[in-house]
């Protein structure tokens, strides 16, 4: 399978019979900039959105403007989204009662979004300034977060978990490891601790590789660069056996 990160929370997962998206973010304020524009996902079947924040929604009705391709969202984040003009008809409200999308037995999760401590917003106020935070407030009011899920998908024989944020409840992650996971996308932004909240659950879900995301400065000066090596210094203290792998960003891999 070849999976591309996409920055931010973004993937595009590829097999020789099917490419799908989760959460692509293209619109990266002063960030590096995307290679990536809403004509790169010709070939993309199915995104799949995490929740309703605009660093995982913002892009998805251009970008499926100009396609066919199908959209699963949360209830309130598939609202705004056909606010924001996406087609009725591309909508599907992703639910954890069926499977969503077959040739990848695509799953939905309930979920939730990690809580932004007060270090963090602290730091983050006194980078963005007054001007700065005015905009992240008026950000937060067009994309409300809605209901948070995670999704799982197969390919190659092995089983992907795709966390949109770290706010995972204890008795979601054990339902995670009964799944027996081989690759966990492991998301790293919203808290002043989120290596060490990231680390522990890898340990409880226990995948056979973790792949962090959402580690970019996506955002300026709202985001900032998350350390890698501080997470994989983390597992390695909580005692993780399986491996970390630090995809390129916007180029595809084989896995």
Not at 56 to 70: E, G, N, T, V
Not at 139 to 159: D, M, N, R, W
């Amino acid at each position: 399978m070849e999976l591309t990160w996409l920055g931010t929370a973004g993937f595009i997962a590829k097999t020789k019979d099917a490419e799908i998206a989760f959460d692509p973010f293209l619109s990266r304020g002063a960030g590096k900039p995307s290679p990536l524009t809403a004509n790169s996902f010709q070939n993309t079947r199915v995104i799949f959105v995490g929740h309703g924040h605009f660093d995982h929604a913002f892009d998805i009705p251009q970008i499926a403007a100009k396609s066919d391709l199908q959209v699963f969202a949360p209830g309130l984040t598939g609202q705004i989204l056909k606010l924001r003009g996406l087609s009725t008809a591309q909508l599907s409200i992703a639910t954890n009662q069926e499977i969503l999308f077959k040739p990848m037995k695509v799953r939905a999760f309930r979920s939730s979004h990690v809580q932004f401590d007060l270090p963090l917003v602290l730091s983050t106020a006194k980078r963005c300034g007054v001007a700065g935070c005015l905009h992240i407030a008026k950000l937060g009011i067009s994309y409300p977060k809605g209901l948070v899920q995670s999704y799982l998908f197969e390919a190659s024989g092995k089983k992907f978990l795709f966390l949109s944020s770290a706010g995972c409840t204890d008795a979601e992650l054990r339902e995670y490891r009964k799944l027996e996971i081989d690759f966990l996308l492991a998301p790293l932004q919203g808290h002043s601790q989120i290596q060490k909240i990231a680390a522990r659950q890898t340990m409880v879900i226990q995948p056979k590789v973790v792949i962090p995301h959402h580690y970019d400065d996506f955002y300026p000066p709202m985001s900032q660069d998350i350390s890698v090596d501080t997470f994989q210094e983390d597992l390695k203290f909580e005692g993780f056996k399986g491996d970390l792998i630090k995809l390129p960003m916007f180029h595809a891999a084989q896995i």
